[in-house]
């Protein structure tokens, strides 16, 4: 069984650029969530995507986007990059939304 | 809104010593509480996971108890080891919300 993936690993970028970060979900689930952790901090919910359409949102700007594809993989997409936005991206998959949710390793964002 | 918050922040003890660690959260009306350990810059391992139902739960040297009423959850890590050292969130979810709330963690030092 092949767990939740991510990538890239790194990332560095500027202010003002566009980025896509990408998630393979755990074999048989149909569920993706995304989670933005700054340095010192807990995961902070971003959204979660569920048979392919957004299924519940944190409070984050729509600079933040989304999809997940028929195979449950899913992208982030962050629009006009902030020097806060530079932080642990993580990527949850579950079996539903109220699953357990099984953690990727995360994708580190440093705009710089 | 539910708060999650994890006392203390940080704790350093000699190998082999027994430890608790906090969980407490505002909003009782929780569906599960999850576990999770996080080594430096990497992601979230799923721990123990205790549904809203039960008591409990253990895992070889760790259990998780969880009073819903209170609105508490400790980790007891038994005969603890070096490679216990890293940070340990908890995080609840809330029955018809597909999120994970998490608190800010707590930093495990275990000294050979």
């Known amino acids: 069984e092949t767990g939740v993936t991510q990538s890239p690993t790194h990332l560095i970028k500027t202010r003002g650029q566009q980025v896509t970060l990408r998630c393979s979900s755990q074999s048989g689930h149909n569920t993706v969530s995304w989670y933005q952790q700054a340095l010192g901090q807990g995961p902070q919910f971003i959204f979660q995507?569920?048979?392919?359409?957004?299924?519940g949102r944190g409070n984050f700007p729509p600079r933040f986007s989304g999809l997940q594809f028929p195979n449950y993989s899913s992208e982030l997409n962050v629009n006009a990059l902030e020097l806060n936005d530079s932080a642990l991206y993580l990527c949850?998959?579950?079996?539903?939304?109220?699953?357990?949710?099984?953690f990727g390793p995360g994708t580190r964002l440093l705009v710089l | 809104k539910q708060e999650v918050t994890q006392i203390p922040a940080a704790l350093s003890v000699p190998e082999g010593e027994n430890l608790v660690l906090n969980c407490s959260f505002t909003d009782s009306a929780i569906y599960n509480l999850q576990w999770f350990r996080q080594d430096p810059g990497k992601g979230l391992t799923s721990l123990l996971l205790i549904q809203s139902s039960q008591r409990e739960q253990t895992s070889g040297r760790l259990n998780a108890s969880l009073d819903k009423s209170s609105g508490r959850s400790t980790l007891y890590i038994a005969a603890s080891q070096p490679g216990d050292s890293a940070t340990y969130l908890c995080a609840v979810s809330q029955g018809g919300s597909e999120k994970l709330v998490f608190g800010k963690g707590t930093k495990l030092t275990v000294n050979p």
């Open positions: 949850a998959s579950s079996n539903g939304p109220l699953g357990a949710q099984y």
């Open positions: 995507y569920y048979r392919e359409e957004e299924n």
